[in-house]
């Protein structure tokens, strides 16, 4: 189950991936890089499963959020946008 967060705090991205290891964490981010990644943002939920964290995502309407893994990527793991 996806997990609320009680804090409104700010966090950089770095601090989310050491808070929540190896987790989803939903992120209603403050700041985006160049390349459009996280910088920092408040964390709404976390989850070890990620279709939890898509359907809390679908109903912050409204809200500029992301979704990131905090995991290690497998090296034979491809992705298409």
Do not use: C, F
């Not at 409104?8 to 808070?19: D, G, T």
């Not at 992120?27 to 910088?39: F, G, S």
């Amino acid at each position: 189950m996806s997990t609320p967060v009680e804090t409104s705090q700010i966090l950089s991205l770095e601090e989310i991936m050491h808070l929540y290891p190896s987790e989803w964490v939903l992120i209603a981010y403050t700041e985006l890089d160049e390349d459009l990644n996280v910088i920092r943002g408040e964390v709404l939920a976390h989850s070890p499963e990620r279709d939890l964290l898509y359907n809390n995502a679908l109903s912050r309407k409204g809200k500029s959020v992301a979704i990131e893994y905090t995991g290690p990527i497998p090296e034979d793991l491809a992705a298409m946008l």
